[in-house]
């Protein structure tokens, strides 16, 4: 028996102009693993995630996560987060004043 999956996604396909940054991408994640997604410049990474988070639509495939179903990054509101290799936090800030603006950002009530 197999682990159910935190992310599935079949036949991703993403193309930006002639660069085709995606060529049918199948990837099973499952959940309460650690997972890496490594890989040389311009082989989609980026793109993955940014069609993970909602912040791309994929010009072909499915992505599922915590199946779910059909893709709704706004059904997962609070579910899940990324943090960009190139995001920067306020050095005024302590961790706890961090987390706890996430938090909000994912609607979580103060009390949480």
């Known amino acids: 028996m197999s682990a159910a999956a935190a992310v599935k996604i079949a036949g991703l396909r993403k193309r930006f102009g002639k660069f085709e940054a995606l060529r049918g991408l199948d990837l099973v994640v499952p959940r309460g693993s650690v997972f890496g997604l490594i890989g040389p410049n311009g082989a989609g990474k ?3 995630f940014s069609i993970l988070g909602g912040f791309l639509r ?5 992505v599922d996560i915590l199946d779910g179903g059909p ?3 706004h059904r997962l509101k609070g579910r899940l987060g990324a943090m960009p ?3 920067l936090l306020g050095g005024q800030l ?3 004043e961090h ?3 996430f938090a909000r ?6 009390a949480a």
């Open 46 to 48: 980026t793109t993955t």
């Open 58 to 62: 994929p010009d072909a495939g499915t």
């Open 71 to 73: 893709f709704d990054p």
């Open 85 to 87: 290799q190139d995001a």
């Open 94 to 96: 302590r961790c706890r």
């Open 99 to 101: 987390v706890e603006h």
């Open 105 to 110: 950002l994912s609607g979580l009530p103060a």
